[in-house]
């Protein structure tokens, strides 16, 4: 005999409990925002009901003279981002898996998680306050008797401090799964590789 749907929600009610969690955060944080894309197609108020307006804005940024300007920009720091950056990650994982002590290496990973945990917003403001005109790098090249240069607006360093700045955040993070990979590899297959004549590169 078929149960109903309620039935078998109540003869595994543990189950589905221990499920709820998942769902409150896929629908929070997942679906709740795709919903609120909507807002692209309306003039946001916060006082009254949002007024449609159409592909208004689509018609603005595509209109612009500096659309052109934006995609360069969007896809180079994007490449940047996800291809120049990319082996630095399973570099830093295999510069992990060659450090001996144990300790050491746990620390340097603590160390390299960190900026992972911090908001966009505090990292902002950290190189805002090494890279801004009144920054602590501008002080350094003012007792040289150098002129201070805004680094963070200034158009041929912002993509390299893009880089850097993600770099630095996601280098710990993202060399998580390198490291697993690396550490799950046979030790028979180095071994067999020593046999063979092969050295450490």
Known sequence: MKRSLGQRISSEKTLYLMLL??????VVFKVIPIW????????????SSWEFVGLKYFKM????????????NTLIISFMK??????????????????????????IQVISYL???LSWVVIAGIWISMLGTEGGLNQLRGLFGAKAVDFMTDRSSIRWILFFCEGW?????????YFTAILSINQSLYEAVSIDGGGRW
């Not at 969690?21 to 896929?26: D, E, Q, R, V």
């Not at 609120?36 to 006082?47: E, G, T, V």
């Open 36 to 47: 609120n894309m909507r807002l692209a197609f309306y003039k946001f108020s916060a006082r």
């Open 115 to 117: 900026p992972h945990f």
């Open 21 to 26: 969690p998942t769902i409150a955060y896929f």
């Open 82 to 107: 996800y291809v120049l950056l990319f082996p630095f990650f399973a570099i830093f994982a295999i510069m992990l898996n060659e450090i001996v002590s144990n300790r050491f290496r746990k620390t």
């Open 169 to 177: 955040r996601s280098l710990g993070w993202d060399s998580i799964v």
């Open 61 to 72: 940024i595509f209109g612009t003279s500096s659309f052109l300007n934006i995609l360069k």
